[in-house]
C-alpha cells in the first residue's frame, strides 16, 4: 500500500496546531455594533422579532454601550427610532440640530470620546411613506436630486454633533459626492464615509423595519435598492462611491451576498464592510431557540465567513455576544 507524502490532518490534530495554522481569525476589533435609540427615558425594549436585541432611550443606552466598550468594541452605528409627529415628506426634521440623533451623538461622544461613532443617513425613520427619499405621490416615486439635497443637510447635522463617520444607506444616485462636496467645503474634510455601496432589495432586512418603525408605505424599495440577482451591478456601483468619495465600501445583506463581498475586497483598495443584517441575526436565534443549530458555533462560521470572503469590518447584532465569546475562548487574540 502507498502512503501519502502529505498527510493534511497533521495540521487539523489539535486545538494549539488549527490555531496556529488558522488562516482567518476574528478580533473584537473587527466588530461594529447597531445601536437603536428611541424617545421617552429609562426604555430598554426588546425587539420581538430579533430576541435579545434592544431599543434604548438616551438615558439607558450609555450602559449598554459602556458594556461594549468594556468588552473592546471600538466602533457603533447609530439607528434612531422617531414619534410619528416628527415624520413627513421633507426629511426637514432629520437636519434638526436638536433630533434625537443629533442628540445621541452629543451625548456618546461626551461621555466615550474615543468611541468610533456612525450614523445612519437615510429618510425612511423620518418619512411619512417609510421611504429613504423623498416621495412624489401622484407617481409613487422616490425623487432621487431632492431627497440627495435633504441626505446632505442630515449628514452635516451629524458630524456638528460631533459624529466621525456617516453611512449613506439610502442608495440614492450621487449622494456620496454630494455629502463629501459638503463636508469639504464646511470644515468637514476629516470626517468618514461608510457608503452602503452595495445595497440590494432583500428580504432579509423585516426585523430592522420592526425595530424603527420604517417599512415602507407603499410599494417596495426595489426602485433604489439592488436587485438580488445583479452581481456586476454591485462592482460598478462601489466603484462610484469610491470614486465620489467614500472611504469605505459597504454589501449588505452579507450571507447571501458572499461573492460580492469577495468581488469587491479584489476590485477595490478600500476596506470593506459587511453588515450581517436582522433576518440573518433572527434565523440564528430562532433556529438556535428550536435546538435545530448551536448559537455560538453558527454565529462564528457565519462571521468568519465574512472575514474569509474579505471583509474587514463586520456589521453584526452578534457583536457583544462573539466579543464574549471570543474572550473567553481567545483571551490574548
Known amino acids: 500500500m502507498a502512503f501519502p507524502n502529505q498527510r493534511k490532518r497533521i495540521n487539523r490534530a ?56 468594556a468588552l473592546g468594541i471600538q466602533s457603533v452605528l447609530l439607528f434612531i ?14 437636519a434638526n440640530p436638536n433630533g434625537l440623533m443629533q442628540q445621541a451623538i452629543r451625548a456618546i461622544k461626551a461621555q466615550f470620546p474615543e468611541l468610533l461613532v456612525m450614523t445612519d443617513v437615510a429618510l425612511d425613520p423620518y418619512s411619512s411613506y417609510g421611504h429613504d427619499g423623498i416621495v412624489d405621490i401622484e407617481k409613487e416615486e422616490i425623487v432621487n436630486d431632492a431627497s440627495v439635497k435633504a441626505l446632505v443637510k442630515m449628514a452635516l ?40 455601496s452595495a445595497k440590494y432589495a432583500s428580504a432579509l432586512y423585516g426585523p430592522f423595519r420592526d425595530a424603527l418603525d420604517s417599512a415602507p408605505g407603499f410599494g417596495n424599495k426595489k426602485t433604489y435598492q439592488m436587485d438580488p440577482r445583479n452581481r456586476k451591478e454591485g462592482i460598478n456601483e462601489a466603484y462610484l462611491d469610491e470614486g465620489e468619495g467614500a472611504d469605505m465600501l459597504m454589501v449588505k445583506p452579507g450571507s447571501f451576498y458572499l461573492d460580492v463581498v469577495r468581488d469587491l475586497s479584489e ?14 441575526y433572527a434565523m440564528i436565534k430562532a433556529a438556535s431557540e428550536k435546538g435545530w443549530l448551536n448559537e455560538q458555533d453558527i454565529m462564528m462560521e457565519s462571521l468568519i465567513a465574512f472575514k474569509r470572503a474579505g471583509a474587514k469590518i463586520i456589521l453584526t447584532y452578534f457583536a457583544k455576544e462573539v466579543t464574549k465569546h471570543l474572550i473567553k475562548n481567545y483571551p490574548n487574540s
Do not use: C
Open 14 to 69: 489539535s486545538h494549539a496546531i488549527r490555531n496556529l495554522v488558522a488562516e482567518t481569525t476574528l478580533h473584537p476589533h473587527d466588530f461594529v455594533a447597531p445601536i437603536f435609540i428611541q424617545g421617552g427615558t429609562d426604555i430598554k425594549s426588546e425587539i420581538p422579532s430579533m430576541p435579545g436585541y434592544f431599543r434604548y432611550s438616551l438615558d439607558r443606552v450609555m450602559t449598554e454601550i459602556q458594556e461594549l466598550v
Open 81 to 94: 427610532k422617531e414619534d410619528d409627529d416628527k415624520k413627513d415628506n421633507t426629511g426637514a426634521y432629520a
Open 157 to 196: 447635522s451629524h458630524v456638528e454633533a460631533g459624529a466621525d463617520w456617516v453611512a449613506p444607506s439610502d442608495m440614492m444616485d450621487g449622494r456620496i459626492g454630494a455629502i463629501r462636496d459638503a463636508f469639504n467645503t464646511n470644515g468637514y474634510a476629516h470626517k468618514g464615509i461608510l457608503a452602503f
Open 267 to 280: 476590485a477595490s483598495n478600500l476596506p470593506i464592510a459587511v453588515y450581517q443584517v436582522s433576518g440573518e
